[in-house]
T-cell receptor, first 110, second 113 residues
C-alpha cells in the first residue's frame, strides 16, 4: 500500500543551524512528491515539488529512489521557518490520490 | 488568498444532526478534495472528485457524503453516522487530478456538542 512516513512529530533547532525534515514513502511506481507548509494562521500551501528541482525559501529536497526518501533540507534555519511541514505523494494515474504524511512541526529557536 | 473558499469558518452542531460544509473554487480546476486534519494524524482523504458528476471515496469516507453537480462546488455532508465528527476539515483543488499541486481552502472547524 502507498504510504508516506514522517518519523518526527516535532523538530526543534536553533536559528542558523541546519535543518533536515525526513520523509520516506512506499510506492511501486514513479512518484510525484511534494512538500507542503502551514504557517501559523495561514493556509496549507505548496513549498516545493521534486520535479521542479528548485530551492524555495532556501529549502531543497532531493528524491532518492533507492532509499525511497524525499528529505527536506535547509542549511541555515530562520525563525520564520517555524511551521508545520507535510510530505505528500501524488499518484498520477489510476486512483489519482494524494497521500500525506502525518506532518512535522519545526520550531526554530532564537 | 482567494480562489478556493470554505464556509463557515466555525460550525457547531448537536450530536445526531447532519451538517454540510461548503467548498467553492473559481480556479477552473477539475479535481477537488476533502481532507480531515486531526492532531498527530496529518491529512486524511475523505472524498475526491476528478470531474463534475463523479467522485470517489477516500480512506475515511464512512459517515460522509459529497456531491459534485458543478465544477466550482464540492460540498461535504457530515452525517450522524460519523462516529467522531469533531475535527478540522480542509478542501483542496488541483488543475488535473494527481499531477499538480493542490490549492487549499482556509478550513472549517466543526464541533459536535
Amino acid at each position: 500500500a502507498q504510504r508516506v512516513t514522517q518519523p518526527e512529530k516535532l523538530l526543534s533547532v536553533f536559528k542558523g543551524a541546519p535543518v533536515e525534515l525526513k520523509c520516506n514513502y512506499s510506492y511501486s511506481g514513479s512518484p510525484e512528491l511534494f512538500w507542503y507548509v502551514q504557517y501559523s494562521r495561514q493556509r496549507l500551501q505548496l513549498l516545493l515539488r521534486h520535479i521542479s528541482r528548485e530551492s524555495i525559501k532556501g529549502f531543497t529536497a532531493d528524491l532518492n529512489k533507492g532509499e525511497t526518501s524525499f528529505h527536506l533540507k535547509k542549511p541555515f534555519a530562520q525563525e520564520e521557518d517555524s511551521a508545520m511541514y507535510y510530505c505528500a505523494l501524488s499518484i498520477p494515474s489510476g486512483t489519482y490520490k494524494y497521500i500525506f504524511g502525518t506532518g512535522t512541526r519545526l520550531k526554530v529557536l532564537a | 488568498d482567494g480562489g478556493i473558499t470554505q464556509s463557515p469558518k466555525y460550525l457547531f452542531r448537536k450530536e445526531g444532526q447532519n451538517v454540510t460544509l461548503s467548498c467553492e473554487q473559481n480556479l477552473n480546476h477539475d479535481a477537488m478534495y476533502w481532507y480531515r486534519q486531526d492532531p498527530g494524524q496529518g491529512l486524511r482523504l475523505i472524498y475526491y472528485s476528478q470531474i463534475v458528476n463523479d467522485f470517489q471515496k477516500g480512506d475515511i469516507a464512512e459517515g460522509y457524503s459529497v456531491s459534485r453537480e458543478k465544477k466550482e462546488s464540492f460540498p461535504l455532508t457530515v452525517t450522524s453516522a460519523q462516529k467522531n465528527p469533531t475535527a478540522f476539515y480542509l478542501c483542496a483543488s488541483s488543475p488535473t487530478p494527481g499531477l499538480n499541486e493542490q490549492f487549499f481552502g482556509p478550513g472549517t472547524r466543526l464541533t459536535v456538542l
